[in-house]
């Protein structure tokens, strides 16, 4: 059996290694054919050769990225050990721009590959649908590119919009009048505003017009100009609100539809209007098109695991 020993001299191994050997446990997962022992500073790994060059390289990346941020987290390994090549990570981790400075200068940008495909995509496109599980992103970034257009003055007003489905719930018991029974439904969309925008100044262009929130219904008879518009959980509209979302575009305008097809809370029979869109659409030049997976996932670590065991039961229904 070949071997390869890897000395962790210019960073610490024990902080490398992680609480439990965390580190360890999640290279097995990536090489689960080599054996992998770890003592003191050294890595000793053995298996077959080609295997174990493989390794050696990620093993270089993963050295690289902790002796630059000196810590190592599970999204950055997994971005690190799934990337096609170094040159590949090398390009994502230099595209790692800022979208918009944030309330208390928090820096906002892509933070993973797919991400920031999906903003080259929105930059290439003035359409684009981003579609991926919970937590990968989608509308958050989105919302982060609508921001940086209205800054930069790329577009005069954003406008955000969802269908007001019922998931499991009921709407008309809901207390209070239209608004205050629609906005729990838009609650993702001004959370990701309030991280980017002022208090102050988000209800300023609220209450202008600037930037709207609105439910899908009310999108129909307009003609959205000059707009950043962003249609999110697309996986609940139909096949007539697709369409006619799709047809307000109007001049200057970018369009951004973020869905999950694996969560649609229409009634059984109605088709979605996303999923139909994916498939009508899917080579109409200046349509952009991007599938986020859970390796895209950001939010806490169990989020993944959460999407891959209930695809596990999706995948073999009994």
Same mark, same amino acid.
């Given at each position: 059996? /070949?071997?390869?020993?890897?000395?962790?001299?210019?960073?610490?191994? !024990?902080?490398?290694?992680?609480?439990?050997?965390?580190?360890?446990?999640?290279?097995?997962?990536?090489? =689960?054919?080599?054996?992998?022992?770890?003592?003191?500073?050294?890595?000793?790994?053995?298996?077959?050769?080609?295997?174990?060059?493989?390794?050696?390289?990620?093993?270089?990346?993963?050295?690289?990225? +902790?002796?630059?941020?000196?810590?190592?987290?599970?999204?950055?390994?997994? &971005?690190?050990?799934?990337?096609?090549?170094?040159?590949?990570?090398?390009?994502?981790?230099?595209?790692?721009?800022?979208?918009?400075?944030?309330?208390?200068?928090?820096?906002?940008?892509?933070?993973? =590959?797919?991400?920031?495909?999906?903003?080259?995509?929105? &930059?290439? /496109?003035?359409?684009?649908?981003?579609?991926?599980?919970?937590?990968?992103?989608?509308?958050?970034?989105? *919302?982060?590119?609508?921001?940086?257009?209205?800054?930069?003055?790329?577009?005069? &007003?954003?406008?955000?919009?969802?269908?007001? *489905?019922?998931?499991?719930? /009921?709407?008309? +018991?809901?207390?209070?009048?239209?608004?205050?029974?629609?906005?729990?439904?838009? !609650?993702?969309?001004?959370?990701?505003?309030?991280?980017?925008?002022?208090?102050?100044?988000?209800?300023?262009? $609220?209450?202008?017009?600037?930037?709207?929130?609105?439910?899908?219904? +009310?999108? &129909?008879?307009?003609?959205?100009?000059?707009?950043?518009?962003?249609?999110?959980?697309?996986? /609940?509209?139909?096949?007539? !609100?697709?369409?006619?979302?799709?047809?307000?575009?109007?001049?200057?305008?970018? +369009?951004?539809?973020?869905?999950?097809?694996?969560?649609?809370?229409?009634?059984?029979?109605?088709?979605?209007?996303?999923?139909?869109?994916?498939?009508?659409?899917?080579?109409?030049?200046?349509?952009?098109? $991007?599938?986020?997976?859970?390796?895209?996932?950001?939010?806490?670590?169990?989020?993944?695991? *959460?999407?891959?065991?209930?695809?596990?039961?999706?995948?073999?229904?009994?």
């Amino acid at each position: 059996m /070949n071997e390869i020993i890897i000395e962790l001299t210019s960073i610490d191994a !024990q902080s490398f290694f992680g609480q439990r050997n965390s580190t360890i446990e999640l290279l097995k997962k990536y090489f =689960p054919k080599l054996k992998l022992v770890a003592r003191g500073s050294a890595l000793k790994a053995f298996g077959e050769e080609e295997l174990l060059e493989e390794f050696d390289k990620r093993m270089d990346m993963l050295i690289e990225h +902790f002796e630059k941020y000196n810590k190592m987290d599970e999204n950055a390994m997994e &971005r690190i050990l799934t990337s096609e090549s170094r040159e590949e990570y090398q390009s994502s981790e230099k595209s790692d721009q800022v979208l918009v400075h944030g309330v208390g200068g928090k820096k906002i940008k892509a933070q993973t =590959p797919n991400q920031r495909k999906l903003v080259d995509l929105m &930059r290439k /496109n003035d359409m684009c649908f981003a579609i991926g599980p919970a937590g990968t992103g989608k509308t958050y970034t989105g *919302v982060a590119l609508a921001v940086k257009a209205l800054k930069e003055k790329q577009v005069k &007003r954003i406008i955000l919009t969802r269908p007001a *489905v019922e998931a499991g719930e /009921n709407l008309g +018991f809901l207390p209070g009048d239209m608004k205050e029974k629609l906005d729990p439904y838009m !609650q993702p969309l001004y959370d990701g505003l309030r991280d980017m925008i002022p208090a102050e100044r988000l209800e300023d262009f $609220i209450e202008k017009g600037i930037i709207q929130i609105a439910p899908l219904a +009310f999108m &129909r008879g307009r003609t959205l100009d000059n707009a950043f518009v962003i249609l999110d959980e697309a996986q /609940n509209t139909t096949h007539s !609100q697709m369409k006619m979302f799709l047809t307000r575009m109007g001049k200057n305008a970018k +369009f951004m539809i973020t869905g999950d097809p694996g969560q649609i809370d229409l009634p059984r029979r109605v088709t979605s209007g996303l999923k139909e869109a994916l498939l009508v659409l899917k080579d109409v030049q200046g349509i952009g098109m $991007i599938y986020l997976d859970d390796k895209d996932v950001i939010r806490h670590k169990l989020v993944k695991k *959460v999407i891959a065991a209930y695809k596990g039961i999706e995948n073999n229904p009994e």
